[in-house]
């Protein structure tokens, strides 16, 4: 009772430190969710502003210079209008004109500055005064006051720009230069149309926005809010007059539309579910992924013969130590498996060396006393082509570098046999296909298809009629996935023997010595797998065929 009051003590204890840096880490993320909404949302808020004075500074540029383009074109006209001749005769003959005359051409200006006030908008009056002959002219015609004074009419005539008293002129001066010293003849004022000038800005402002217009630094409207921090406000200068609009975006900060209040409720509610998320997948990862990995995955590799898998080196509480026994326990179930793998290896190796070393000798016997009956009869073009051909034979078949070779080596190195046992047997027929270039080049074990042959030689022989030529026959059939070498002859052979060296094939393993095809078909199934080998069954010649079964 107490052992159990213990082990539930530890179960509470290592559930409680499961769980707590779970709850805590939700309470953290949280926290940091929360100041990074805040954050996500100053940042909007701030870069929705600037881009909104970027856009109201670009509306303002082109608004400016399109104002200024305006005011220069007035202004052209109104020094045309000062270098007319009419101008110019009345302020140097006045006194010497006919009355007729003065007042046709008086009527002339006058009837040009009333065009030039009308042609323009922003031109709010004209004004022209001769002073030298006490002259003062508007567009609707003589006019007994000018709005500025002698002395502010010589201050504008020096400037681009001139303002006074909310008003806003362009002043130029004809001057006399054929006396001593020279003097002005007229002047003529551009008056501006302010409230125009104002009225076209406007439509920029909104909510708590405002217009200052200025010249020089004086106020000709708006009013400029200097003591309030959080007015911004958008300043647009003219290039050739000292005309500065200002548009005073008032301390409103940009605000969440409907559709962006409905986005921040579901980015929150993301938020929201981002945590859910995170907890079960802690949850997930902590307990019900460490039993996935060991029931669902580990023991699947492990049912396929998958021995490299291995469960990740995870910390998982009490799965730490299971996982750590199905490791190595993999590990030493795929070392007892290579090392089984291994020997199996090395035997196949001894016995083709032991193959390589049973070379036939009555083969050897018999091909040397062939050559000693043709040099002896002379015949030295057969003589030396056998001589050559046993030089080949043995030379392959006594290599042991490579334990691997292509297939067209194998079948070259077997072609070299059945010419050597056809110079004996000259009966033989051979219908032998040529080799594919397209399998050529696939990598067999070496001695595979030779002692085949052998066998045909050494016991087909003696299962033929009397007379009867031995046929020989090797076919090449290529399917997708592999490719089939198949070997047939003729000859006197009974099922029985079919059938036992198909039992034999299938009990390669029961078997307690392994020569001949036995050992091809052992080491082809070692070389390629278990669907590799040799099957047996009978010709179309009426005698054996022996089908040799490569991977490709």
Same mark, same amino acid.
């Given at each position: 009772?107490?052992?159990?009051?213990?082990?539930?003590?530890?179960? #509470?204890?290592?559930?409680?430190?499961?769980?707590?840096?779970?709850?805590?880490?939700?309470?953290?993320?949280?926290?940091?969710?929360?100041?990074?909404?805040?954050?996500?949302?100053?940042?909007?808020?701030?870069?929705?502003?600037?881009?909104?004075?970027?856009?109201?500074?670009?509306?303002?540029?082109?608004?400016?210079?399109?104002?200024?383009?305006? *005011?220069?074109?007035?202004?052209?006209?109104?020094?045309?209008?000062?270098?007319?001749?009419?101008?110019?005769?009345?302020?140097?003959?006045?006194?010497?004109?006919?009355?007729?005359?003065?007042?046709?051409?008086?009527?002339?200006?006058?009837? &040009?500055?009333?065009?030039?006030?009308?042609?323009?908008? *922003?031109?709010?009056?004209? $004004?022209?005064?001769?002073?030298?002959?006490? !002259?003062?002219?508007?567009?609707?015609?003589?006019?007994?006051?000018?709005?500025?004074?002698?002395?502010?009419?010589?201050?504008?005539?020096?400037?681009?720009?001139?303002?006074?008293?909310?008003?806003?002129?362009?002043?130029?001066?004809?001057? @006399?230069?054929?006396?001593?010293?020279?003097?002005? #003849?007229?002047?003529?004022?551009?008056?501006?149309?302010?409230?125009?000038?104002?009225?076209?800005?406007?439509?920029?402002?909104?909510?708590?926005?405002?217009?200052?217009?200025?010249?020089?630094? =004086?106020?000709?409207?708006?009013?400029?809010?200097?003591? @309030?921090?959080?007015?911004?406000?958008?300043?647009?200068?003219?290039?050739? $007059?000292?005309?500065? !609009?200002?548009? +005073?975006?008032?301390?409103?900060?940009?605000?969440?539309? /409907?559709?962006?209040?409905?986005?921040?409720?579901?980015?929150?509610?993301?938020?929201?579910?981002?945590?859910?998320?995170?907890?079960?997948?802690?949850?997930?990862?902590?307990?019900?992924?460490?039993?996935?990995?060991?029931? @669902?995955?580990?023991?699947?590799?492990?049912?396929?013969?998958?021995?490299?898998?291995?469960?990740?080196?995870?910390?998982?509480?009490?799965?730490?130590?299971?996982? =750590?026994?199905?490791? /190595?326990?993999?590990?030493?179930?795929?070392?007892?498996?290579?090392?089984?793998?291994?020997?199996?290896?090395?035997?196949?190796?001894? +016995?083709?060396?032991?193959?390589?070393?049973?070379?036939?000798?009555?083969?050897?016997?018999?091909?040397?006393?062939?050559?000693?009956?043709?040099?002896?009869?002379?015949?030295?073009?057969?003589?030396? =082509?056998?001589? &050559?051909?046993?030089?080949?034979?043995?030379?392959?078949?006594?290599?042991?570098?490579?334990?691997?070779?292509?297939?067209?080596?194998?079948?070259?190195?077997? #072609?070299?046999?059945?010419?050597?046992?056809?110079?004996?047997?000259?009966?033989? *027929?051979?219908?032998?296909?040529?080799?594919?270039?397209?399998?050529?080049?696939?990598?067999?074990?070496?001695?595979?298809?030779?002692?085949?042959?052998?066998?045909?030689?050494?016991?087909?022989?003696?299962?033929?009629?009397?007379?009867?030529?031995?046929?020989?026959?090797?076919?090449?059939?290529?399917?997708?996935?592999?490719?089939?070498?198949?070997?047939?002859?003729?000859?006197? #052979?009974?099922?029985?023997?079919?059938?036992?060296?198909?039992?034999?094939?299938?009990?390669?393993?029961?078997?307690?010595?392994?020569?001949?095809?036995?050992?091809?078909?052992?080491?082809? +199934?070692?070389?390629?797998?278990?669907?590799?080998?040799?099957?047996?069954?009978?010709?179309?010649? @009426?005698?054996?065929?022996?089908?040799?079964?490569?991977?490709?």
């Amino acid at each position: 009772m107490k052992h159990r009051k213990q082990q539930n003590v530890r179960h #509470l204890t290592r559930l409680q430190k499961t769980f707590l840096p779970a709850f805590t880490a939700v309470i953290v993320v949280l926290c940091i969710s929360i100041a990074a909404m805040l954050i996500a949302y100053n940042a909007y808020v701030t870069g929705k502003n600037d881009i909104y004075a970027l856009e109201k500074q670009e509306k303002l540029n082109q608004m400016m210079e399109s104002m200024e383009t305006e *005011i220069q074109i007035a202004e052209q006209q109104l020094l045309k209008l000062l270098s007319d001749s009419k101008v110019s005769r009345i302020a140097y003959s006045r006194n010497e004109m006919e009355p007729y005359n003065y007042y046709s051409q008086t009527l002339d200006i006058v009837s &040009r500055m009333k065009e030039i006030a009308d042609d323009f908008q *922003i031109v709010q009056n004209i $004004y022209l005064d001769f002073e030298t002959i006490g !002259v003062r002219l508007n567009q609707d015609g003589p006019v007994q006051q000018l709005p500025l004074s002698q002395e502010e009419f010589s201050q504008a005539a020096q400037q681009e720009m001139f303002a006074s008293r909310k008003r806003l002129f362009i002043v130029r001066s004809l001057m @006399d230069y054929q006396s001593p010293e020279p003097a002005e #003849l007229c002047t003529m004022a551009l008056e501006l149309n302010v409230d125009s000038l104002y009225e076209r800005y406007s439509y920029l402002c909104l909510e708590n926005e405002w217009i200052v217009l200025s010249v020089d630094g =004086q106020v000709l409207r708006g009013e400029r809010n200097a003591s @309030d921090k959080e007015v911004h406000r958008v300043i647009s200068q003219a290039s050739s $007059y000292p005309l500065t !609009v200002a548009v +005073q975006v008032g301390p409103t900060k940009y605000h969440l539309s /409907t559709d962006e209040l409905l986005t921040a409720a579901c980015v929150g509610v993301g938020i929201t579910c981002l945590l859910a998320g995170a907890f079960i997948l802690y949850c997930y990862f902590r307990l019900y992924r460490p039993l996935e990995l060991l029931l @669902d995955e580990a023991f699947l590799h492990l049912e396929k013969g998958e021995l490299s898998y291995r469960i990740p080196n995870m910390r998982s509480g009490p799965f730490e130590d299971i996982y =750590q026994t199905f490791n /190595t326990s993999m590990d030493r179930l795929e070392y007892l498996m290579d090392h089984v793998y291994r020997q199996k290896l090395l035997i196949s190796e001894m +016995q083709l060396k032991h193959l390589q070393a049973q070379i036939n000798p009555h083969f050897m016997y018999n091909t040397y006393y062939t050559l000693y009956r043709q040099l002896q009869d002379g015949s030295w073009d057969n003589s030396r =082509q056998l001589a &050559r051909l046993l030089g080949d034979f043995y030379h392959y078949i006594t290599r042991s570098s490579s334990m691997e070779k292509t297939l067209r080596e194998e079948v070259k190195h077997t #072609l070299t046999y059945v010419e050597i046992q056809t110079m004996r047997f000259p009966d033989t *027929i051979q219908e032998i296909e040529p080799l594919p270039e397209e399998i050529a080049d696939m990598t067999v074990p070496q001695l595979i298809m030779q002692p085949v042959f052998e066998n045909v030689f050494q016991h087909a022989r003696n299962h033929l009629h009397p007379g009867e030529p031995l046929h020989l026959a090797m076919r090449y059939r290529i399917e997708e996935d592999r490719v089939n070498v198949c070997v047939e002859n003729n000859g006197d #052979l009974s099922d029985d023997t079919i059938c036992r060296l198909q039992n034999a094939l299938k009990h390669v393993d029961d078997q307690e010595e392994i020569t001949g095809l036995l050992n091809i078909h052992k080491r082809l +199934q070692l070389f390629y797998g278990d669907a590799a080998g040799l099957s047996v069954s009978r010709s179309q010649l @009426d005698g054996l065929c022996v089908c040799m079964h490569l991977i490709r």
